[in-house]
């Protein structure tokens, strides 16, 4: 199973959704992910949120779609993308996307980031999407990854205290058996240099981060 969320971040950030490369995944709404979803001609088989950021006229819209609708009070202890995540982590999908997540308020994408930490520990592969990024959480182990033309720049930030043994091998920048700590911007702005690199660490998070301008 695949899952992807959409959720109420700028719509201009999202990239096309029925592009072949998502034709395999099931779709959940959070929020205005919902609105999102049904624009670009795509039901989701859920939705999720208090929906206190659409239009009467969103509304009607989602309403005439027969959107399965799990509503919440705006006064909750999550945002609507977690109660989306949590429903899609239950669910131990293979593999799961997150777009609608960046580019609008900083407190809203940040927290989406470290919601990577809560995939992380319920042993799911979640990734953040937009158009010009692809956001991933590493744990310890061996990574080969195959390069992406679409995306220039490679930029790893640790998302616990340190991170520890980090080798980076097949990129402008290699890196052998080093510490990263937790603040530091030593290894922003790397480039793959092969068709293929690799990624390894032995102890901590590892935030990867696939960019383009």
Request: proline share 5%; charged share 25%.
């Amino acid at each position: 199973m695949k899952l992807a969320i959409v959720a109420g971040g700028p719509d201009v950030l999202v990239p096309d959704l029925r592009a072949p490369e998502y034709s395999d995944y099931d779709w959940i709404g959070a929020d205005h992910g919902t609105i999102v979803l049904l624009r670009q001609k795509i039901k989701p088989m859920i939705a999720f949120g208090d929906f206190d950021s659409l239009s009467d006229e969103e509304r009607e819209e989602v309403n005439g779609q027969h959107v399965l609708l799990v509503s919440y009070a705006p006064e909750k202890d999550k945002t609507d993308l977690e109660l989306a995540l949590d429903w899609a982590l239950n669910r131990k999908p293979e593999h799961c996307l997150i777009f609608g997540a960046t580019g609008g308020r900083m407190d809203h994408t940040l927290a989406s980031v470290q919601l990577l930490m809560k995939a992380v520990s319920q042993s799911v592969d979640v990734a953040i999407v937009d158009k010009n990024n692809r956001i991933t959480l590493l744990t310890p182990g061996t990574y080969p990854i195959r390069s992406n033309s679409s995306y220039r720049y490679l930029s790893f930030l640790a998302l616990t205290e340190k991170v520890v043994g980090l080798t980076l091998s097949g990129l402008k920048y290699p890196l052998q058996d080093a510490v990263l700590p937790l603040g530091s911007s030593r290894c922003i702005s790397n480039e793959a240099e092969e068709d293929s690199f690799t990624v390894s660490f032995s102890k901590g998070c590892l935030l990867m981060m696939q960019c383009r301008d």
